[in-house]
């Protein structure tokens, strides 16, 4: 594969993984359930199962976005090594 290639590919890759852990740390994990507990308070409907829930997943919200954008990183170098050059 020529050089050129697989540096587009890499950084589709680098790309992608960085934009999954935007989505999924930053809207799954931390928007998302601010926005469920703000929404259940308003209407009073709020148990402490549902607001722990909540804190722990805002707590890990940026280790899962931190382990998703590794794993894209990752990935990413393992296509493109410039050792092989």
């Given at each position: 594969?020529?050089?050129?290639?697989?540096?587009?590919?890499?950084?589709?890759?680098?790309?992608?993984?960085?934009?999954?852990?935007?989505?999924?740390?930053?809207?799954?994990?931390?928007?998302?359930?601010?926005?469920f507990t703000i929404t259940a308070y308003t209407l009073g409907t709020l148990t402490l199962p549902q607001l722990?829930?909540?804190?722990?997943?805002?707590?890990?919200?940026?280790?899962?976005?931190?382990?998703?954008?590794?794993?894209?990183?990752?990935?990413?170098?393992?296509?493109?090594?410039?050792?092989?050059?």
């Open positions: 594969m020529s050089r050129n290639i697989r540096i587009i590919i890499s950084m589709a890759i680098y790309m992608t993984g960085f934009a999954a852990a935007i989505y999924i740390g930053g809207w799954v994990m931390f928007i998302k359930p601010v926005k722990l829930i909540a804190i722990i997943k805002c707590v890990c919200s940026l280790t899962v976005a931190g382990l998703v954008w590794c794993i894209g990183y990752i990935a990413s170098n393992h296509i493109y090594d410039s050792r092989d050059e």
